[in-house]
């Protein structure tokens, strides 16, 4: 999982809850575009398949932090600043770990994937609409396998994907690193023209966009998500990530 450097700040307003399923969905006029060429539907899982008010990476952060005390012999507030230098150097932190430490990968992945997973409630509503997008359907995080196999087992929607590729797949080489992306592709024969890509970081759909994917931002109020949130490289975007899959499967339904 990435570490985040920020939590979500608050839940949903109210206002937003309020809107309904109608205002949901919104296309960026110019950009918008069509979903029946997609066979492959490609999620991150964290803040995508469960909502950011969850706050799990709140966890997974101090987690972090704990281990860089730990294995580094740093105080608290050395240790956060290395933690959040290396995040913005490298993408993760665990990749500044790697390569400057020697840190291993499967320790730390185990390590501060510890966490409670209570904040994340099962979602049928999620499972049903995912079983009626038609493709496949695959989980791409920058977390680990088990981590992603824990919350989907929450969630309950397992048997809705084919596949996970996770940051030991991309050899460390975490989203929004192209090379990552490119070996999703070859990994899952995947013709980048024919996928879409389902995300709430803003800035890991631009390489996704690049490759020819179709790309759906999950919108969220958390202050990491701000950077790069409007351009080309956002075709959809929703605040709720059921609503969107409910029309899309409407939308794909009433032209075949
Ligand atoms: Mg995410």
Redesign the pocket.
């Known amino acids: 999982m990435t570490p985040a450097d920020k939590s979500a700040k608050r839940a949903p307003s109210a206002q937003n809850l309020a809107a309904g399923a109608a205002a949901i969905v919104v296309t960026p006029p110019g950009i918008a575009r069509g979903l029946d060429h997609i066979d492959t539907w490609i999620f991150?899982?964290?803040?995508?398949l469960y909502p950011a008010r969850c706050r799990l990476f709140d966890q997974v952060d101090r987690l972090i932090g704990r281990y860089i005390e730990t294995q580094l012999g740093l105080d608290a507030v050395a240790a956060r600043a290395l933690q959040k230098r290396y995040f913005r150097e490298h993408g993760t932190t665990l990749s500044g770990l790697m390569r400057h430490h020697g840190v291993d990968p499967h320790k730390f992945l185990a390590f501060v994937h510890e966490i409670d997973l209570t904040p994340v409630e099962p979602s049928p509503s999620l499972a049903a609409g995912l079983a009626r997008l038609p493709g496949r359907r695959l989980i791409y995080t920058n977390g680990s396998v088990a981590h992603a196999e824990r919350v989907m087992e929450k969630l309950g929607v397992r048997s809705a994907f084919e596949g996970i590729f996770d940051i030991v797949a991309g050899e460390f080489r975490p989203k929004p690193e192209i090379e990552s992306y490119r070996r999703l592709i070859e990994r899952f024969r995947i013709d980048p023209k024919r996928a879409a890509l389902i995300?709430?970081?803003p800035k890991n759909l631009i390489p996704a966009a690049e490759l020819g994917m179709t790309t759906v931002l999950i919108a969220t109020d958390s202050e990491w998500a701000n950077e790069e949130a409007e351009g080309a490289h956002v075709h959809h975007r929703t605040e709720d990530l059921v609503a969107w899959i409910e029309a899309a499967v409407a939308s794909l339904a009433a032209r075949r």
Do not use: A, W
Request: charged share 50%; hydrophobic share 25%.
């Open positions: 991150d899982l964290d803040n995508t995300e709430d970081l």
